[in-house]
């Protein structure tokens, strides 16, 4: 089963030998990966716009102290930097 489409093909999910159970945490994983999970448990109860701007604020946050914290791993994991405390 081939499709034009890339973004068809990658948002399938076949289900081979019958097997169920592994086709079905297939979907939720790239059901969970796109974000579909967390904005439909978001948008199920009407959210107060006050509560809406501080979700966003807080999410936004978030992803700004995640992105930093990344950069400062990948300088920690680089292995050919300069030793700071040479002896």
Same mark, same amino acid.
């Given at each position: +089963? /081939?499709?034009?489409?890339?973004?068809?093909? !990658? $948002? !399938? @999910? *076949?289900?081979?030998?019958?097997? *169920?159970?592994?086709?079905? #945490? /297939? *979907?939720? $994983? @790239?059901? #969970?990966?796109?974000?579909?999970?967390?904005?439909?448990?978001?948008?199920?109860?009407?959210?107060? &716009?006050?509560? !809406?701007?501080?979700?966003?604020?807080?999410?936004?946050?978030?992803?700004?102290?995640?992105?930093? +914290? #990344?950069?400062? *791993?990948?300088? /920690? +994991?680089?292995?050919?930097? @300069?030793? &700071?405390? &040479?002896?």
């Amino acid at each position: +089963m /081939l499709a034009k489409s890339a973004k068809f093909v !990658t $948002r !399938t @999910v *076949l289900v081979k030998n019958n097997d *169920l159970d592994k086709s079905y #945490n /297939l *979907l939720q $994983r @790239v059901l #969970n990966n796109d974000g579909v999970i967390q904005e439909e448990r978001a948008r199920r109860f009407f959210e107060k &716009p006050c509560y !809406t701007r501080k979700n966003l604020a807080y999410n936004r946050c978030q992803r700004i102290y995640n992105a930093e +914290m #990344n950069k400062k *791993l990948q300088f /920690l +994991m680089r292995k050919n930097r @300069v030793d &700071p405390w &040479p002896r």
